[in-house]
């Protein structure tokens, strides 16, 4: 699953993969990525959306502040819908570092306040600026 998939970064790095990707986002999608036949594209809000079955993998670049997207992820892992969840947290102009450490320790709080056990890692890539990468792995 893509979560706010539009217009559709992630899921090209997917379907080049030979991955079939859920696309979920109310924008466009590239149309060579629909031409493919690997993408699902649900026009639906990402913050609602609900998996019918749990997913291999879910990828997430919604652009919203970095403490929703961050509920968002643990509600994923605390349902079980998916055991890998790579998603970005777009940093504010101000406080980054604060606002990233915040965001992991909500995110590490609902994880064991659930009795999960994890991997959680976070990385500022150089090409993303704006943005800080992480990868959670439920075990």
Request: charge should be negative; hydrophobic fraction near 40%; aromatic fraction near 8%.
């Amino acid at each position: 699953v893509d979560l706010g998939a539009a217009p559709g970064g992630w899921t090209w790095q997917l379907v080049n993969r030979n991955m079939f990707v859920t696309a979920v986002d109310n924008g466009p999608m590239h149309k060579d990525l629909m031409e493919s036949g690997q993408v699902d594209h649900r026009t639906e809000d990402a913050f609602t959306y609900k998996p019918a079955k749990p997913v291999d993998m879910l990828v997430c670049d919604v652009v919203e502040k970095p403490s929703q997207v961050t509920d968002l992820m643990a509600r994923w892992a605390i349902n079980r819908w998916s055991s890998i969840l790579i998603f970005n947290l777009k940093l504010p102009m101000k406080q980054r570092f604060a606002e990233v450490e915040s965001c992991l320790q909500q995110l590490e709080n609902a994880l064991h306040e659930a009795g999960l056990n994890y991997k959680l890692e976070a990385k500022h890539l150089y090409h993303d600026r704006e943005e800080i990468t992480v990868y959670l792995e439920l075990g």
